[in-house]
């Protein structure tokens, strides 16, 4: 059974910095790890994600500002948020992408993210 742990989400003042972690723990060959975002009465949306390859894409609204890395030894993936931006408050979930078609994605329980301005 795959479990995802995350943590680091809080309140901050605009033009601060957080940083998220997600572990992912049980047997599993992961294809990509992530990051996306819901905000109150909107759709989740896609802010970083990386492959086993290191290659990455992110929303381009968060382009310059956040950055995603990996620690592929521990099924780990961290997203550092810099120069935050009351716009990018939301419930912030890890999602990790098996290797297997046959299974589907698994997803953190969230971590709040809120900023003031």
């Known amino acids: 059974q795959v479990q995802l742990v995350e943590s680091g989400g809080g309140l901050v003042q605009a033009g601060g910095s957080l940083r998220l972690s997600c572990a992912a723990s049980g047997s599993i060959s992961i294809k990509a790890m992530g990051w996306y975002r819901q905000a109150p009465g909107k759709q989740r949306e896609l802010v970083a994600v990386m492959s086993g390859g290191a290659s990455s894409k992110y929303a381009d609204s968060v382009k310059g500002r956040f950055t995603i890395s990996k620690d592929n030894a521990k099924n780990t993936v961290f997203l550092q948020m810099n120069s935050l931006k009351p716009e990018d408050t939301g419930v912030y979930y890890c999602?990790?992408?098996?290797?297997?078609?046959?299974?589907?994605?698994?997803w953190g329980q969230g971590t709040q993210v809120t900023v003031s301005s």
């Open positions: 999602n990790v992408q098996p290797w297997s078609t046959l299974l589907l994605d698994y």
